[in-house]
Structures are given as structure tokens and as C-alpha cells.
């Protein structure tokens, strides 16, 4: 019996890989709506909503300039408060207990790893690959290798999390009880309805991830992501449908802000996942009671020990983590602790080096998306104001672009500043603000002043990631040991951004904080503890009432 069903499914497997590469003969995406190298002015595209299993759009349409030429490129149907009645029916639909639970709908687990494994598979193909990376660098520019690496981590995730992989983030324990008939099982259980909303600067890693990890312990989510990027995620939805996913199991808005908030105050999810901005996240976490998990800002700092090695190849990495994706991720190296033996090494006229290197013709510098550049650059003349400061490079805008006004444009950017002058009251927040673009802080500390770093990272409010570069273990402990950041790689090769599917991303420090990517991961952020304790008996021999206690 069990030989014939898997004989059945394997057939099933093989029809829809060999239906699949039949269509590739004709060169088109079977899940495609879209094509990312005609996306334009002159051809724009169309992402819709997605309810109750149905595709809608709305009865207004938001239009989306592209961060590089200022084209009207995008047209996003976006529902506004009047038409938020079938999301918050949507949701009121599925019950706290989830779509599925250990005691509920358990083929479930299962359908959700036969669609990852398909999932994973399309993202496997070179076409498909090369359709999302083109894709984002369209919305959210970037380098190819910058898009491509987000596409490789979110097939990788999903290669995790096939076959029986999702039946097991919800195994269950047992205790023994007091006596004979009696133990306690401890389950992860649903939230039933829920919320994630996801930033710009990764379009399909952060909603994928987060999205798959409320599915598969049961939940129903209502998924919201910026609508400059929102094309990504509506095109991996159709993928997704088509690899097996129930149309009905995650609904897709795109809406403003405020549309959002009252749909998540009328809907009233369980739970709601939020990646973006500090302030926004505490407006959420009064306004939904606390019933969220965050992952903020993150204002990221790295500290190069006494050991000075490897200096070319610490420069590239501080390069990458300040500048890649034009610094628009929420792990990028905010602030550099450089010990004085690497102030008198080469280091930084080698990172001025590579932060040269840096174009727009390649994407390896670009269109800021949140931050325009006059602020920008007003914030480094208040930096610069502060005594003892100096450019160091960059502080200029990028010149030739056709980069509309509404969005920023930098050249890699560092400013040194004393460390003293750091920890004074009057200069602390300015220094510690962080600038979601290629922008970064550099300053220096001597041998007895590590107290004085370890003080800078205690008076910061955000958590998120970090990196010591030493080899010498003691000072790795030192550092490591006095500070909290929730993602902190240490050693030589230590960065402040990578978030590759294989290890936790996310902040510490903050009983909302959310991970990303890992079973540990999913199983905190998308489920909850359920004890349930079985007491059968029999009931002893001669029992008798007893007196009342």
C-alpha cells in the first residue's frame, strides 16, 4: 500500500517537472505575469491584490517611479479603508487553532514540503533564477551578484524545508507524570490569522521566509510588502500557486500605510510579524497590544581587535558590509571601532580604495530608496561639525544619473570621528542615527579605552547585528560577553551582514524580537507552546472521596 501511494507521487512529481520543462522550450515562465527587462515607462507592469483565493485589484491605482529614471514604470492596485471587507473577512475565517495543528489536518506538513521541494526546484533553474534576480534589481537596484545571492539564500531555504522538514518543526515532547495514565505533552501550536509585513530592500528573501515559516506551523498570513517592490512577491505568489499552494492560504494586499494599520486593528490577527523602521514597529506594538514580533532597525556596529591581520581582506569585508546594496540593509556596518594598530595600518586608504571602485553603470552604488540625498548629506555636515571630525570619503552626490529627486544618490561615505566625542550627551544620538543608505561612521580606541567602546555599544537601542575581528580569544569574550546584539559573527573573517538561510538572523535584547530563517527561528516566532496533559488513569483500587481541602 505504501509502495504503491509513493509510486503515485513520485508520477505526480515527475508530470509536473516534465510539464515544467516543456514549457521552457517556448522561453516563458508558466507563473509569470510579467517580464523584468520590459518593465517601463512605455510598458508598465501590473501587480494586484490577492483574496479569499481570487486576484483583485482595487479601485485605485498607485503608480511606482523607477529609482532609476523617474518613469512611471508600475502600477500597484491599492486598496484603500472602504475596501478592506473581504481581508478582514479573510481573516476572521480561519480559527485560532490554524489551518492545520498536530491535531489537525497533519497532511498538511506535508503538502507544505511537497511545495517547497517544487518551489526550491523552479528557483533552481537558471531562467527562473535570473527572472527574480533581474527582477529585483528593476525595484530595488542592486548588483546582480547582490540580487542573485537573495534569490540563491531564499532556494536554499526552501531545499530545508521539503519533505518531512516541516512535520518536524512541531515535534512534540513527553514528561511522565505523577502517576500511572498521566504525561505531559508539550506541543508548538498556530496563531491561526496573521500578519507580515516586509521592507524594500530584500523584495523575496524576508516575505518568503517569513511568509513559508507562518504556513508551515499552521498559520494563515495576510501579506504586506512595500508596494515599490511589490511586483516580487506577487510574481513568487503566482509560483508558489503553481508548485501546489491553495490560492486561499495567504491573501496579498498592497495599501498604504494607514490602510494596513486598520486592517490589522479591524482583523485583529494573532500575531503580527513587522521588519522595517523603530518607530513604526513601537506604533504597532501599542496599537496591536504587544501582539508582535520585530525586527527593526539596526543601527550595526563592528570592532577591530589589537591583532592586525589580513588587511586587504578586512577592507573588502568592511567594504561590502558599509556599501553593498547601497547600504540599504538592515545588518550594514553602521559604525567602524578600529583598535589604533589598525590606524596605523593600511587599512582605511584601502577601503577608500575599494569604495571607489563603486559604480552606477554596475549597480554596485546606487538609488537610495528612503532616504533623499540632501538629507543625506545635511547629516554629514552636522557630523562634520563635531570637533575632531573629517571626511575621510564620499560626502558628494553621485553625478550623471537620470535618479529621480525622491529617492537618494551618494557616493560611499565615511566620516571619522573622535570616540570621546562620540560618547558626549550632545553628540551621541546624531553620531548613532542611523542613514539606511552607504553611509558610515569611523573612529579609533587604544588599548585602554575598549571600556569606553563597550559603553558606546550598552547606550545603543537597537540590537540587530554585529562583528568582532580578532582572533585573540580573550578579547573576543570581552567583547562578546559585555554586549547583546543578536546576530554577532567573531573571528578574523567576522562581517555584520550575510543572513544566509543556514544560521538565525535577527535581534536580541527585546522580548518582541523576531528571527528569521532557521527551525528555531519559525518554531519562536510563528508558533506557541500548548500543554496538554493526559490523565486517563484507571483510578487507584478502593478510592474513596476524600475530605475537602
Known sequence: ??????????????????SFNSTRSNHTLPFATVKAEEISGSQPA???????????????????????????????????????????ESLSKCPKHGLHNPFKAPERYLMLGDVSTKAAHMLGLPEVSDFFAKLIQRVSPKSYQQAHGEVFVTQKFLENFCGDQVRFLARSFAVPGNHLG?????????????????????????????????????NKPVLKVDSKVCVVMEQFLRLLHDCGLPADNVDFIN?????????????????????????????????????????????????????????DYVAWVCDQDAYACSGQKCSAQSILFMHENWGRSSLLDKMTELAARRKLDDLTIGPV???????????????????????????EALQNHSIPAIYGAIKPTAIFIPLEEILKKQHYHLVTKEIFGPFQ???????????????????????????????????LQEVIGNSVNGTTYAGLRARTTGAPQNHWFGPAGDPRGAGIGTPEAIKLVWSCHREVIYDVGPVPLGWKTPAST
Open 255 to 311: 495599501s498604504d500605510g494607514k490602510t494596513m494599520n486598520k486592517l490589522l486593528i479591524e482583523g485583529k490577527p494573532r500575531m503580527t510579524l513587522f521588519t522595517g523602521s523603530s518607530r513604526v514597529a513601537e506604533k504597532l506594538a501599542d496599537d496591536l497590544s504587544g501582539r508582535v514580533k520585530l525586527e527593526d532597525a539596526g543601527f550595526d556596529w563592528k570592532i577591530l581587535g589589537p591583532d592586525v591581520h589580513e588587511v
Open 46 to 88: 501590473e501587480v494586484h491584490n490577492l483574496v479569499q483565493g481570487k486576484w483583485t485589484g482595487s479601485s485605485s491605482w498607485n503608480t511606482i517611479l523607477d529609482p532609476l529614471n523617474g518613469q512611471p514604470f508600475i502600477k500597484v492596485a491599492e486598496v484603500d479603508e472602504s475596501e478592506l471587507q473581504p481581508f478582514v
Open 182 to 218: 498521566q504525561q505531559s505533552h508539550g506541543f508548538r501550536w498556530p496563531y491561526g490569522p496573521v500578519a507580515v509585513i516586509a521592507p524594500f530592500n530584500f523584495p523575496l528573501e524576508i516575505p518568503v521566509l517569513q511568509m513559508m515559516g507562518a504556513l508551515y506551523m499552521g
Open 369 to 395: 530608496l528612503t532616504v533623499t540625498t540632501e538629507a543625506m548629506l545635511d547629516h554629514a555636515k552636522k557630523l562634520l561639525q563635531i570637533p575632531g571630525s573629517r571626511l575621510l570619503f564620499g560626502g
Open 441 to 475: 561612521v569611523v573612529t579609533e580606541y587604544k588599548d585602554n579605552q575598549l571600556p569606553l567602546v563597550l559603553n558606546a555599544l550598552e547606550k545603543m537601542h537597537a540590537h540587530l547585528t554585529a562583528a568582532v575581528v580578532s582572533n585573540d580569544i580573550l578579547f
Open 1 to 18: 500500500m505504501y509502495r504503491v501511494a509513493a509510486y503515485r507521487q513520485l508520477k505526480i512529481r515527475v508530470s509536473w517537472i516534465s
